[in-house]
């Protein structure tokens, strides 16, 4: 009797089945079984598992590094999971910080500059729901205030407010998202730690929500763009979501609406720039999320089959597989160039009843215009937008090629990333391909070889002046003489009128184009000709 009070209490049923689908069966598979290679295991991650471990605390390695290690895979990030406290954990570690407000976790960091990794350690979690926790009104937008006092709560509908209460191993994996990312390994004794049949599902290639998808969707909406970006991540693989787990998402994705911006707003960048840009794009699509999760991404992708958006998002997903850094301002000024680019040709033609604006006013004004109506207060005005700023802002300066313009360009700090943007341009026929191997060359060769190059730019410069003075239309013949008459001289006496154009060295604008220095060349009239200097043209053509 007072074990079924006790149950009933606990909300288990007399089987105490409730129990066990909620936390699961905790499964200690041995390595002849997982086929783990330990050797694939990071031996940073090794080091903190050791080092909580020695201290008396549980520990192991978590999550995604668990999934690719038993697919045979070398995680890029370790995570590690155990009972000590983020205060515990801190004081074993030298260079170790507690960061996170809503979930407290402890950053451990190895080495220094770009060569330093993280461990991320984070406490056990117990599981929660609108039954157990605190019930608050509001959602995430809650103020600070409300929620100084609380440590596990909940609003009304089941969104988590507040998650920094410690639980047990079996109550944490309760709360990961999918059975793939809630396995614990240790690497001691290599063991695997299972309790929602994660390793079936991982050898099925199989992605699952652990619980009821739609009452975890409720729980936190952004584990709706988190089945996006693991489905993303692993259909390479030839993973599928489970029907169960795909249902809910769209009738779901109306939750969003109450997640703060800033936030959508991160994971948005997370589903672009963790090397499945594209496939992300291709999921959205399939599972009917097109439209409606956040409206920068909207204009993803609509715009994903553009060629100059399609080749930024490739670049974005080659880079991220070479283990080169991605900057979320890159992309992004690449999505919103066509905004940019079309509201600046409109300024400065005056379309619709404006009045014409000089280039660089009018691509400042249409760069407002876009922060404006696209990315609005969330990160628009910060660091990020700053960046975008000056990518778009150098554009047409890559024209400029002459004088101390190519000099002062290339100690721009954004000019390798403007440069990338534009080497884009010229890969889709936006901007010359010479002009981009030219200054690929300009940027990384020596004074000497710098010179050479700007003296070939001015030589092109003469040739192109030369050209379209003799392609202007010949003037009228004077005296009323025929035009045909006149087509007729011969090409020496034609030559008495043509305008030669030369570029005089070192006369430079501050806008960098060449002025050229006009001469007008006439041969003496023939003797017996027609009239002076002032009729020529008309002497010559009568001489014919």
């Not at 690497?187 to 050898?203: F, L, M």
């Not at 489970?242 to 769209?250: F, G, N, R, S």
């Not at 070479?322 to 992309?331: D, H, I, N, R, T």
């Not at 003496?524 to 020529?536: C, H, I, L, N």
Request: with cysteine.
């Amino acid at each position: 009797m007072i074990k079924k009070f006790i149950d009933k209490l606990l909300g288990k049923t007399a089987g105490g089945t409730q129990g066990k689908s909620r936390f699961g069966k905790r499964q200690e598979v041995p390595a002849e079984v997982h086929k783990i290679d330990p050797a694939l295991v990071d031996e940073r991650a090794k080091n903190v598992v050791t080092t909580l471990q020695q201290a008396g605390y549980e520990a192991y390695v978590v999550g995604g590094a668990v999934r690719d290690l038993l697919l045979g895979l070398r995680p890029k990030d370790f995570d590690v999971a155990t009972n000590a406290t983020p205060e515990q954990v801190k004081s074993l570690f030298r260079r170790a910080f507690i960061i996170g407000r809503r979930f407290r976790i402890v950053h451990v960091v190895y080495g220094r500059g770009r060569e330093h990794e993280v461990i991320e350690v984070s406490t056990f979690r117990a599981y929660m729901d609108n039954a157990a926790a605190e019930q608050v009104a509001g959602n995430e937008r809650t103020s600070k205030g409300e929620l100084a006092s609380m440590k596990h709560a909940v609003d009304a509908s089941g969104r988590v407010l507040r998650d920094n209460v410690w639980g047990p191993q079996e109550e944490d994996a309760a709360r990961r998202d999918f059975t793939v990312n809630a396995m614990y390994y240790d690497p001691a004794n290599q063991v695997v730690v299972d309790y929602h049949n994660g390793i079936k599902d991982a050898q099925k290639l199989t992605l699952r929500m652990i619980g009821d998808p739609a009452t975890r969707y409720r729980e936190d909406p952004v584990r709706i763009i988190r089945a996006i970006r693991f489905s993303a991540k692993l259909a390479a693989l030839g993973f599928k979501m489970e029907a169960k787990t795909a249902a809910p998402l769209v009738e779901s994705s109306k939750l969003l609406a109450d997640v703060p911006q800033s936030r959508l707003f991160d994971e948005m960048l997370k589903l672009l720039q963790t090397g499945h840009a594209i496939a992300t794009v291709e999921q959205l699509n399939k599972l009917g999320l097109a439209r409606g999760i956040y409206p920068l991404l909207d204009v993803v992708v609509e715009r994903a089959d553009q060629p100059f958006v399609k080749a930024a998002l490739q670049d974005t997903d080659r880079r991220v597989g070479e283990g080169k850094p991605v900057a979320p301002s890159f992309l992004l000024a690449c999505v919103l160039w066509a905004d940019v680019r079309d509201g600046w040709a409109q300024r400065q033609e005056g379309r619709h009843g404006q009045r014409p604006q000089p280039p660089f006013p009018a691509l400042q004004d249409a760069i407002d215009d876009v922060f404006n109506a696209r990315i609005g207060d969330v990160s628009g005005r910060g660091k990020l937008a700053a960046d975008m700023r000056e990518i778009w802002m150098m554009q047409p300066r890559f024209d400029k090629r002459t004088g101390s313009t190519p000099y002062s360009l290339v100690e721009q700090a954004r000019f390798r990333a403007a440069f990338d943007f534009m080497r884009l341009r010229a890969d889709v026929g936006e901007v010359s391909e010479a002009i981009a191997e030219w200054w690929q060359e300009f940027s990384t060769a020596d004074d000497v070889r710098r010179q050479d190059l700007l003296e070939q730019v001015r030589e092109e410069q003469k040739v192109r002046q030369r050209v379209r003075v003799r392609e202007t239309p010949a003037p009228k013949p004077r005296g009323g003489e025929p035009a045909a008459r006149k087509s007729q001289a011969p090409d020496s006496e034609q030559d008495d009128e043509v305008e030669e154009v030369e570029v005089e060295a070192g006369a430079v604008p501050p806008d960098g184009e060449a002025v050229p220095r006009k001469r007008r060349r006439r041969r003496k009239p023939r003797t017996g000709g027609g009239g002076g200097a002032g009729g020529g043209g008309g002497g010559s053509a009568g001489g014919a």
